[in-house]
Nanobody, 121 residues
Framework: VQLVESGGGLVQTGGSLRLSCAASGFTFSNYAMHWARQVPGKGLEWLSG????????YYDDRVQGRFTISRDNAKNTMYLQMNSLKPEDTALYYCMKGTGGRATIGDHDYWGQGTQVTVSS
């Protein structure tokens, strides 16, 4: 299993970024996927999950209405569109593979190396 995040960077408050997660080594369309983030010294924060077929999408209250998760099973890729970014969104962002087709918080078994998002005030 390999998960490679990309798309992070430095953006001003109120700006937008689109993260991508390229997956390989497993049948992508069979598994739920998730996004999470971590700030140094703090625990992993789950942000959003999407069912294997995209039929169910879930968000943490912190990002509901600002972030949009999506996936393209033909391209083995998941995305996170992040709008209205705030300084508190600064973190290392990870994509994670679920263990089944339904996105369940805490139910993941692999994750990538992460991509850094920095929001300046």
């Amino acid at each position: 299993v390999q998960l490679v995040e990309s798309g992070g960077g430095l953006v001003q408050t109120g700006g937008s970024l689109r993260l991508s997660c390229a997956a390989s080594g497993f049948t992508f369309s069979n598994y739920a996927m998730h996004w999470a983030r971590q700030v140094p010294g703090k625990g992993l924060e789950w942000l959003s999950g999407i069912n294997s077929d995209g039929s169910g999408i879930y968000y943490d209250d912190r990002v509901q209405g600002r972030f949009t998760i999506s996936r393209d099973n033909a391209k083995n890729t998941m995305y996170l569109q992040m709008n209205s970014l705030k300084p508190e969104d600064t973190a290392l962002y990870y994509c994670m593979k679920g263990t089944g087709g339904r996105a369940t918080i805490g139910d993941h078994d692999y994750w990538g190396q992460g991509t850094q998002v920095t929001v300046s005030s």
